[in-house]
């Protein structure tokens, strides 16, 4: 393989550990918007139900009570905003960048600049793979959340109209 080919994959696959890195900060962007909606929503069906008082609320989210309006509530807002925390503070890890010590070392070993750009570049496709399993759980928590938010909707209207 020619230095330029071996450039050529080495720039292609940084490439796509920068987008990643791009759509995991938007990921969390919008899992921040998400978390606001959810206590927008929260907020604003509180205050049309200012008549609830916390003795009739509570007395509501008991599994045993003939309601569960009120438990529906908070599953909802609490697992909607779990979700968010979820994509904000990924638990697995995600690489998008080298290890320098690593070039270095490979150059004082008298490796030549192709074999490590060819190194580099298989590096990357794995980082990128890995990467992508944890960006795809990401969309899921996001999707969840979201979903969750606005299940809040009919979860408060019943609410409110016992």
């Known amino acids: 393989m020619s230095l330029e080919i071996a450039r050529l994959s080495y720039e292609v696959s940084k490439s796509q550990l920068v987008n990643q890195k791009e759509d995991l900060k938007n990921l969390r962007n919008q899992a921040s918007f998400c978390a606001a909606i959810t206590g927008l929503i929260g ?8 008549s609830l008082t916390l003795e009739s609320f509570t ?14 509530v908070v599953l909802t807002f609490a697992m909607s905003i779990c979700f968010s925390i979820l994509v904000m503070t990924t638990w697995r890890k995600c690489t998008f960048d080298f290890d320098v010590n690593w070039i270095l070392a ?12 060819i190194q580099l570049s298989k590096d990357a496709d794995k980082y990128f793979n890995e990467n992508e399993r944890v960006l795809d759980e990401t969309k899921d928590n996001l999707w969840w959340s979201l979903v969750l938010s606005w299940c809040q909707i009919p979860a408060w209207i019943l609410l409110l109209l016992t």
């Open 43 to 50: 907020t604003v069906f509180a205050s049309l139900g200012t």
């Open 59 to 72: 007395s509501r989210i008991g599994l045993l009570n003939d309601g569960f309006e009120g438990l529906f």
């Open 106 to 117: 490979q150059n004082e070993l008298g490796r030549t600049d192709e074999d490590i750009l």
